[in-house]
């Protein structure tokens, strides 16, 4: 299987909205260039969708490493998950416009043998932005491709030197009530936490990303700074960190709390285990018109089915 990581340089940390985008004619030239190079062509279903890829993202359109098209920076940033803003998927966007993201710090703390604060331009001093092309599924059961800018979350972790105790990691979302109007509702146990057995978090799969299409991450896709764990549903990969806790219990996570039938610790993407109010054995790419079946682990079997061995799966749901 094809590494999906590349290297890009991140641009300034300041966040600038992309809004100036390929026209149609620049897209038709790109695509005319590409066309025997790159196993995605016109015939691709959603090539039209394409039109609107960022300025500056070059010729060759972005595929992860199954020749998947990476999904628009438009829909990408304009059909979110955040409870925090909201629970309308369009409405995130508009209302987590403006959200305050400096100063920000990330307490690495818990069971390590150096505990530390990160400013986030340590963090981004410290461990060079990368770029990985994930596929990311919803429990909802819809998909998108986004291309990632970050780093390893194993690099922060050897930092810390985790104890020989800790077994797990904890992981909490910022509790801002007054610029994050979702954070009063009563139905949910904030600050938004999540959480990781060790192994899963010193994968090389799981990222800490603070960038999306080369550019840096906006508030609705969780900045200055989250993580993305591509081969687990996408409510474990937590938006805007301030804390890493390193523990010997398994954490308590939100969605677990809220409905402990529904949303299970290990949330791997298992198209055999269905949600008890719906399948998941299809998902829908959004941007395409016909389902697709879902992958086991969302394609990334073969790097971390290993992790799982002698579990039962429906079981450790
Ligand atoms: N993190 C926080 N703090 N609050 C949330 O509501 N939603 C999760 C996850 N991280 C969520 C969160 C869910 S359900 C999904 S599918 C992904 O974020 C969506 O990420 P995206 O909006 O960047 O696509």
Same mark, same amino acid.
């Given at each position: 299987?094809?590494?999906?990581?590349?290297?890009?340089?991140?641009?300034?940390?300041? !966040?600038?909205?992309?809004?100036?985008?390929?026209?149609?004619?620049?897209?038709?030239?790109?695509?005319?260039?590409?066309?025997?190079?790159?196993?995605?062509?016109?015939?691709?279903?959603?090539?039209?969708?394409?039109?609107?890829?960022?300025?500056?993202?070059?010729?060759?359109?972005?595929?992860?490493?199954?020749?998947?098209?990476?999904?628009?920076?438009?829909?990408?940033?304009?059909?979110?998950?955040?409870?925090?803003?909201?629970?309308?998927?369009?409405?995130?966007?508009?209302?987590?416009?403006?959200?305050? +993201?400096?100063?920000?710090?990330?307490?690495?703390?818990?069971?390590?043998?150096?505990?530390?604060?990160?400013? !986030?331009?340590?963090?981004?001093?410290?461990?060079?932005?990368?770029?990985?092309?994930?596929?990311?599924?919803?429990? *909802?059961?819809?998909?998108?491709? !986004?291309?990632?800018?970050?780093?390893?979350?194993?690099?922060?972790?050897?930092?810390?030197?985790?104890?020989?105790?800790?077994?797990?990691?904890?992981?909490? +979302?910022?509790?801002?009530? *007054? *610029?994050?109007?979702?954070?009063?509702?009563?139905?949910?146990?904030?600050?938004?936490? *999540?959480?990781?057995?060790?192994?899963?978090?010193?994968?090389?799969? +799981?990222?800490?990303?603070?960038?999306?299409?080369?550019?840096?991450?906006?508030?609705?896709?969780?900045?200055?700074?989250?993580?993305?764990?591509?081969?687990?549903?996408?409510?474990?990969?937590?938006?805007?960190?301030?804390?890493?806790?390193?523990?010997?219990?398994?954490?308590?996570?939100?969605?677990?709390?809220? %409905?402990?039938?529904?949303?299970?610790?290990?949330?791997?993407?298992?198209?055999?285990?269905?949600?008890?109010?719906?399948?998941? %054995?299809?998902?829908?790419?959004?941007?395409?018109?016909?389902?697709?079946?879902?992958?086991?682990?969302?394609?990334?079997?073969?790097?971390? %089915?290993?992790?799982?061995?002698?579990?039962?799966?429906?079981?450790?749901?």
């Amino acid at each position: 299987m094809n590494n999906p990581f590349k290297s890009v340089p991140i641009r300034s940390y300041e !966040i600038t909205p992309k809004d100036v985008y390929f026209s149609r004619r620049d897209f038709i030239k790109a695509a005319g260039v590409v066309a025997g190079s790159v196993a995605l062509a016109a015939c691709t279903p959603n090539a039209a969708e394409l039109t609107d890829a960022p300025e500056g993202v070059p010729g060759v359109l972005k595929t992860d490493e199954l020749g998947d098209p990476a999904n628009s920076l438009k829909d990408i940033t304009n059909y979110n998950n955040y409870y925090e803003f909201s629970a309308n998927k369009e409405a995130v966007a508009p209302l987590s416009k403006g959200f305050t +993201t400096t100063p920000w710090t990330v307490e690495v703390s818990g069971m390590v043998a150096k505990p530390r604060t990160f400013g !986030i331009e340590d963090l981004l001093s410290l461990f060079p932005q990368e770029e990985r092309i994930y596929r990311l599924r919803c429990v *909802e059961a819809w998909s998108m491709v !986004i291309p990632w800018n970050g780093f390893t979350l194993a690099s922060l972790l050897k930092l810390v030197e985790p104890t020989s105790d800790a077994k797990y990691v904890r992981f909490e +979302t910022v509790y801002r009530p *007054e *610029e994050m109007k979702g954070q009063g509702s009563p139905f949910y146990p904030w600050p938004y936490q *999540e959480g990781l057995r060790l192994d899963e978090a010193m994968h090389d799969l +799981t990222i800490l990303s603070t960038g999306i299409y080369g550019e840096t991450i906006l508030p609705q896709n969780g900045a200055p700074i989250r993580l993305v764990v591509p081969w687990k549903y996408g409510f474990k990969s937590i938006k805007s960190i301030v804390k890493i806790e390193l523990t010997d219990k398994m954490p308590d996570t939100l969605w677990a709390a809220v %409905a402990p039938s529904e949303y299970g610790f290990y949330a791997n993407v298992n198209p055999q285990v269905n949600h008890p109010r719906w399948s998941q %054995a299809s998902e829908r790419r959004i941007g395409e018109l016909s389902r697709r079946e879902t992958l086991m682990f969302n394609g990334y079997g073969e790097q971390v %089915a290993s992790l799982y061995d002698g579990m039962d799966l429906s079981l450790h749901y």
